[in-house]
């Protein structure tokens, strides 16, 4: 934590993302630095690693791995966009890319030398990683010309290509690659012999505290499912109250079985939460275990084994409220039965809809294919058509329905009860017995432990395909001056107060309930001036850039915002200003040309007319440099689309096209070079 500048009150702070509050962009970039580095690996492999960090943070976090990487023989290869230069001479070894092209690749030493013998001479002032950004570029490359005595001509990539080969880093490096390797030696590059870095045992133990965790600080998500269920749980016992419920006829029965049937359809959905739960935590998890982190079936295991707690209290909440209140066989051993039986039905229902998850991996597919899969399981339970009823050639899908074997067995438990044993008049059979007939269900009591045997089968082969598909690869991959207008603003004191929000802090000595985040802040904006907020990573500017743009929605905000002396109002001011957030929030399936043109469509006064509107988003394209992207689908972030820093320029392109009064730009540079930045 030292190595990567994340020791101190950061260390106890969640992480959050864009929907939950937690550290800086910065911080967070650290904590994926950090990650990385505590197995520790031998070659790292670090796209970007500056983003968010202020140079002083970054020259920190490269010089800790430059040691890191020179005691442990290690490698590392870090892209960085053009790097300040105290950093850059930290790097022993340079690989320069331009249009997908190696132009050098060597020591640090020799990348002048390089440029010099190719006739173009680096200034004084002026930072080698700037001019090496800069040399292969049409637009720049003239004034670094050196030759006064020759005329210059523009030097393609594929010349600078060809120069390095006769270069002699070059011819260096390709004698080195010429050589082949004695196989009968051992090579020093066969570092482990292990998937994985500890026992299996440590590995369970670890996926198993850390879904604990997970869980308690999605307490809430826990709560509010046993909150639904004593809800539902109260308006079913009024609907099906026992002093309205009779055992008279079979009408009675058939209203005794909806309320069954209800049950049983409750306790599967209160499972389907598990659904968007696992894909919320899909990316991380297949991140990491791509990276040997632990295997498929020790994240999947804690996953399943640690709500079979919350089931037995889920379950008897509804089973304990509603049994003798509705009027079920008073017998203690069939309230006993049914509640196994509900256990085993919201162990199959939440075993199923991971199942799903893991199919879909993406949350649209998932809810259509889950949609598709409740459909099939509520024709085929038996309730809404009767076996008898249901077709030869479509008997198979009604035996292997999971729900079938639910709505059967709550059933046979509950009408094979002594209740349901009289005779009717006329009739010579018990009601119970004609009720299960007239429903086409069975009629044995031994059908309980069959139904139960099968649900245990179903909850075990729906645990297993989702912990099978868990190790299976991504099916894809997809990446006016202000002396003439003075000012009528006389700044108060903002401060923004955030409830802590995790209970273990009290454990590590904090005793406030709140802390302050940004205290006494106060100034002042002027029109025509372009203010820049400045500070290390973590220091609050964004923080106070959310207070200021109104997107803060947590936490204590005190003191006054006005503009022109009058109170801001967020209704009227959101139409005025535009705020770059620090992360770039896209729908993924738009190009870059229609994000910006639903953007000024929505945004831009009606006033201005369809043709004027066209040339102002050509204009902000051709500022932003997106013209060569305008076709480009935005994609998702890490997996296919835009790049990082592509993102980052949409989204300013995105605020720009609305044209606003006051912009707010949060990390605005931190994915785009100088050239772009100015």
């Not at 108060?492 to 006494?520: C, N, P, T, Y």
């Amino acid at each position: 934590m030292k190595a990567v500048a994340t020791e101190g009150q950061e260390a106890n702070t969640m992480v959050g993302d864009e929907m939950i509050r937690g550290i800086s962009g910065g911080q967070r970039k650290r904590v994926t630095t950090g990650e990385m580095l505590v197995g520790p690996a031998n070659a790292l492999f670090m796209d970007e690693i500056s983003t968010g960090l202020d140079s002083s943070t970054t020259f920190q976090v490269v010089n800790s791995l430059k040691q890191f990487i020179h005691i442990f023989q290690g490698t590392a290869i870090i892209p960085l966009l053009q790097p300040a230069p105290e950093i850059f001479e930290l790097f022993d070894d340079i690989i320069l890319l331009s249009d997908g092209q190696i132009v050098y690749q060597g020591p640090r030493e020799h990348v002048l030398e390089f440029f010099e013998s190719s006739g173009f001479k680096c200034p004084e002032r002026k930072g080698v990683a700037d001019f090496l950004q800069e040399v292969t570029s049409k637009k720049d490359q003239r004034q670094y010309w050196a030759r006064k005595d020759e005329p210059y001509r523009f030097v393609t990539v594929s010349e600078f290509v060809e120069a390095f080969q006769s270069f002699h880093v070059g011819r260096t490096l390709g004698d080195e690659l010429a050589t082949q390797f004695d196989k009968r030696k051992s090579h020093p590059a066969a570092l482990t012999t292990k998937n994985y870095g500890v026992p299996r045992k440590e590995l369970l133990k670890a996926c198993t505290s850390r879904e604990f965790l997970l869980m308690k600080r999605n307490s809430f998500v826990y709560i509010f499912k046993l909150s639904q269920v004593s809800i539902m749980a109260m308006i079913t016992m009024i609907l099906f109250l026992r002093t309205g419920m009779h055992r008279d006829s079979t009408n009675d029965g058939g209203i005794y079985m909806g309320a069954l049937f209800f049950t049983v359809v409750m306790i599967m959905f209160n499972g389907l939460s598990e659904l968007a739960m696992t894909i919320g935590k899909l990316p991380v998890f297949y991140k990491q275990r791509d990276y040997l982190f632990y295997p498929s079936w020790a994240y999947a295991l804690p996953t399943w084994i640690l709500k079979i707690p919350f089931t037995l209290l889920e379950v008897g909440l509804w089973v304990f409220l509603t049994y003798y209140v509705i009027g079920f066989d008073p017998n203690v051993g069939r309230l006993f039965k049914q509640y196994l039986l509900l256990l085993l039905v919201n162990q199959m229902a939440s075993g199923l809809f991971r199942f799903v998850g893991a199919v879909g991996r993406n949350l649209i597919v998932a809810n259509t294919f889950g949609s598709f899969v409740m459909l099939a399981l509520f024709a085929l339970c038996g309730f809404i058509l009767s076996r008898v009823d249901v077709k030869k050639w479509w008997i198979w899908g009604y035996w292997a329905s999971p729900m079938m074997y639910g709505v059967n067995v709550i059933a046979v438990n509950e009408f094979l009860g002594t209740s349901w044993r009289h005779v009717l008049p006329n009739t010579t059979e018990p009601l119970g017995v004609m009720l299960l007939k007239s429903r086409g269900l069975f009629l044995y009591a031994y059908w309980y432990w069959i139904g139960i045997g099968a649900l245990f089968g179903f909850t075990i082969l729906f645990n297993f395909g989702f912990t099978l598909l868990e190790s299976l690869k991504l099916l894809y991959q997809k990446k006016v001056k202000a002396k003439e207008n003075p000012l009528s603003y006389h700044p108060e004191d903002i401060a923004l107060l955030a409830e802590f929000q995790l209970r273990e802090m009290k454990d590590q000595g904090v005793s406030e309930d709140r802390l302050m985040l940004l205290k006494g802040v106060s100034g002042a904006f002027r029109p025509g001036v372009l203010t820049a907020l400045m500070g290390v990573s973590g220091a609050g500017k964004t923080t106070l850039m959310d207070v200021l743009a109104g997107r803060k929605t947590g936490g204590y905000i005190e003191g006054t915002i006005t503009i022109s002396g009058y109170p801001k109002k967020q209704e009227t001011f959101a139409r005025i200003s535009g705020y770059c957030e620090q992360n770039d929030i896209h729908s993924p399936h738009v190009t870059v040309y229609e994000s910006l043109l639903y953007s000024a469509w929505l945004r831009l006064p009606p006033e201005v007319d369809s043709k004027t509107r066209k040339m102002f988003i050509e204009e902000v394209m051709e500022l932003v440099e997106l013209n060569p992207l305008r076709g480009s689908l935005v994609g998702l972030p890490g997996v296919n689309g835009l790049s990082t820093e592509q993102r980052k320029r949409l989204t300013i392109a995105v605020e720009l096209v609305a044209n606003p009064s006051i912009i707010f730009m949060d990390g605005c540079k931190s994915c785009c070079n100088c050239d772009e930045n100015s």
